[in-house]
């Protein structure tokens, strides 16, 4: 195995545990301010599925993101009912 790939192979890694970690992290502060939300990871993007007031539960979310994740988090436009952050670290 050259250098090279084995410096890819380790950046690959890094990047996958940090995805983890900052999704772990947002999923532990999320389930203590939101009740019926739902909560998932595809492809370093953390979808939020929103239920029973999806404005109140946006406005908690956005202020969860403002507070904490701005900058290991970019909000991607989606449906109504639907909040999507990517995974930028």
């Known amino acids: 195995m050259k250098k090279s790939e084995l410096k890819q192979i380790i950046r690959e890694e890094v990047r ?4 983890e970690g900052t999704f772990e992290s947002f999923s532990d502060d999320f389930n203590q301010v939101v009740k019926y939300a ?4 595809k492809d370093g993007i953390i979808v939020v599925y929103l ?3 999806p404005n109140k539960e946006k406005n908690i979310i956005n202020k969860l993101f403002r507070e904490k994740y701005t900058d290991s988090l970019k909000k ?3 449906e109504p009912d639907v909040m999507k952050f ?4």
């Not at 739902?38 to 990871?41: A, F, P, T, V």
Request: hydrophobic share 40%; glycine share 6%; no cysteine.
């Open 16 to 19: 996958k545990v940090i995805k």
């Open 51 to 53: 239920d029973d007031e």
């Open 86 to 89: 990517k995974i930028v670290k």
């Open 38 to 41: 739902g909560l998932s990871l």
């Open 76 to 78: 991607i436009r989606s």
